[in-house]
């Protein structure tokens, strides 16, 4: 069993940024890869950006944020996420995803977001 726990969430400003970080009781290379999500309030959870950990760490991006966030680990535990430019439309609670070489998932409680003025 993997826990893992996402913190750096709050309120930001149009234009601001923020680093959410996603940290794992196991080194993060017991997953294939690992991912953040985001749900915002009266939609599905949608995929954000994924990092594949054993792949030399190669990513993928949603349109909506490509060029604007950016996923990358420390290599040891902990998966980060850098939003700059935030917009309102991407408020939502973040979570960050861990799948297994086995495509088991594991996910965090998830940590909120808010851009507004």
């Known amino acids: 069993q993997v826990q893992l726990a996402e913190s750096g969430g709050g309120l930001v400003q149009p234009g601001g940024s923020l680093r959410l970080s996603c940290a794992a009781d196991?080194?993060?290379?017991?997953?294939?890869?690992m991912a953040w999500y985001r749900q915002a309030p009266g939609k599905q959870r949608e995929w954000v950006s994924t990092?594949?950990?054993?792949?030399?760490?190669?990513t993928n991006y949603a349109d909506s944020v490509k060029g604007r966030f950016t996923i990358s680990t420390d290599n040891a535990e902990t998966l980060y996420l850098q939003m700059a430019s935030l917009k309102p439309e991407d408020t939502a609670v973040y979570y960050c995803?861990?799948?297994?070489?086995?495509?088991?998932?594991?996910w965090g409680q998830g940590t909120q977001v808010t851009v507004s003025l």
């Open positions: 196991k080194t993060i290379f017991i997953f294939k890869s």
């Open positions: 990092i594949y950990v054993t792949n030399g760490g190669s």
């Open positions: 995803k861990g799948e297994s070489r086995l495509g088991r998932n594991y």
